[in-house]
Nanobody
Framework: QVQLVESGGGLVQAGGSLRLSCAASGSIYSIYGMGWYRQAPGKQRELVAGTVSGGRTDYADSVKGRFTISRDNTKNVVYLHMNSLAPEDTAVYYC????????WGQGTQVTVSS
């Protein structure tokens, strides 16, 4: 099974930007959908953004217009570009298939200070 490793998180001030990367240990070409998810302290894991073959993308209402998901099947990487970050975006961010059916990675912490 494909293993996923997330990176690119960190501490950023409100209004700042980050780019998260998700590197897969194998090909993601045949995986129809890939997505980013997040889990804030005390909350359930939620979908942030998903992209499917053919180019359709889906976003949580809270991130529409600020976040952009993309995938590079040649490099087996999925990206999440995050702009205009707000404190409520603070969470551990994970990637997985969309809908999720792969083993979860360790995620990458994003902390947004006000």
């Amino acid at each position: 099974q494909v293993q996923l490793v997330e990176s690119g998180g960190g501490l950023v001030q409100a209004g700042g930007s980050l780019r998260l990367s998700c590197a897969a240990s194998g090909s993601i070409y045949s995986i129809y959908g890939m997505g980013w998810y997040r889990q804030a302290p005390g909350k359930q894991r939620e979908l942030v953004a998903g992209t499917v073959s053919g180019g359709r993308t889906d976003y949580a209402d809270s991130v529409k217009g600020r976040f952009t998901i993309s995938r590079d099947n040649t490099k087996n990487v999925v990206y999440l570009h995050m702009n205009s970050l707000a404190p409520e975006d603070t969470a551990v961010y994970y990637c997985n298939a969309y809908p999720p059916h792969l083993e979860w990675g360790q995620g990458t912490q994003v902390t947004v200070s006000s």
